[in-house]
């Protein structure tokens, strides 16, 4: 169990500094919402009045015009944890005659907003899918942005005398378009230090250390304030490849068989899909980007049983980060074992720290037993 929380503010251009502390003080709440597949986002509230230092002269100066640098840092029991480092994409004063009553709300998103706001043309001769990612990523070190790209599964790198790829768009789109061909992520990690952040492209993170175990329904050693667990049945989906057979001529699909090493299961019954769809324009395809093809659709696949759960920082001990692993204990032998965090929301108000988040894998019963730490 936590003891204290303190929340660090900060703002700049490309760097930053302690946010000004007529502003900290009349912070209301924080916002913070962080996805697999999305950029993530948030929204600060301020008490203002009309005679404020905020309306008469931080607004007017333009401390909060767009696109001023965010980063949002939680400490608890002296542990920092980034929970932010984006930019400002608007703010709403709300004039009130109740005194007291009058907000300004700054919303944002993360930096991988300043990658989707030009589109670039470039060439990438004889660069494999992930040198071309750290050669975009890199534009972005002056905002403490580490690349760290990881080869695909099937590593192919283009012949540049039959193929030369070309960028014809925002660098997020292109990274993204990357990833969606191999079957990966790409997210931005913040921290581990306020000012720095990983800009990270692979696989989803289903192995590792787990967090604190989720707890429930076990008295007084409960550390969530709820949690239920839904089961898709039609969230799977068997992909196939049309072959032809040799002597009859005749057109067989062929199951493509799902692939482990981007998305290790974390249980021991999956669930039976129940759609079927085939991969189509293949025939065209190189043999090693076919193979990349089949990978990425087969890990496209969704999470068939999801939860979604709230809890309190301070009792849970520690902040629950998204796109990794955490186990769950006490919801029974069917859904008790590890997830994966797919999301996270952080509602910070004074002498307050809730998260809701969202479970996602892909069967049922955990491989052991027990669940730890």
């Not at 068997?238 to 699909?253: A, F, M, S, W």
């Not at 395809?285 to 089949?294: F, T």
Request: with cysteine; hydrophobic share 40%.
């Amino acid at each position: 169990m936590a003891r204290s929380i303190q929340l660090l503010l900060q703002l700049g251009d490309v760097v930053t500094a302690p946010a000004p502390q007529p502003l900290v003080d009349a912070l209301q709440s924080v916002q913070v919402t962080a996805s697999a597949g999305s950029r993530s986002g948030f929204q600060l509230t301020f008490a203002v009045s009309k005679q404020s230092v905020i309306t008469q002269a931080l607004l007017p100066a333009g401390l909060l015009d767009p696109p001023r640098r965010v980063i949002v840092t939680a400490i608890v029991s002296g542990v920092p944890e980034v929970l932010i480092d984006g930019v400002i994409t608007r703010h709403e004063l709300s004039p009130s005659p109740t005194p007291g009553s009058s907000t300004l709300t700054v919303t944002g998103e993360d930096l991988t907003l300043l990658m989707d706001l030009r589109t670039e043309h470039a060439c990438y001769p004889a660069m494999p899918h992930n040198v071309r990612v750290m050669t975009v990523l890199l534009k972005y070190v002056k905002y403490g942005i580490v690349p760290a790209a990881i080869p695909p599964v099937v590593f192919t790198v283009p012949n540049p005398l039959d193929q030369i790829p070309v960028q014809s768009a925002t660098d997020l789109e292109y990274v993204r378009s990357l990833a969606d061909e191999v079957g990966y992520a790409f997210y931005l990690v913040p921290g581990p230090v306020p000012g720095a952040s990983i800009g990270y492209w692979g696989p989803e993170i289903r192995v590792g250390v787990p967090q604190p175990a989720l707890t429930v329904n076990s008295g007084p050693a409960d550390n969530v304030e709820s949690l239920s667990f839904s089961f898709d049945g039609l969230a799977r989906t068997q992909y196939t490849v049309r072959v032809t057979e040799p002597t009859t001529k005749l057109g067989i699909d062929v199951p493509v068989p799902s692939v482990s090493l981007l998305k290790p299961p974390l249980a021991v019954r999956p669930a039976v899909a129940l759609r079927q769809q085939p991969i189509v324009k293949l025939t065209d395809r190189s043999l090693p980007d076919a193979m990349l093809k089949a990978v990425s659709v087969t890990a496209a696949s969704a999470d068939c049983v999801t939860g979604q759960g709230r809890l309190d920082v301070l009792r849970y001990g520690r902040v629950l980060a998204p796109r990794g692993i955490v186990g769950v204990r006490g919801a029974g032998p069917a859904y008790d074992g590890f997830y994966y965090v797919r999301s996270v929301t952080h509602e910070i108000r004074r002498g307050e720290y809730k998260q809701d988040f969202s479970l996602a894998r892909d069967g049922f019963v955990p491989f052991s037993d027990r669940v730890i730490p």
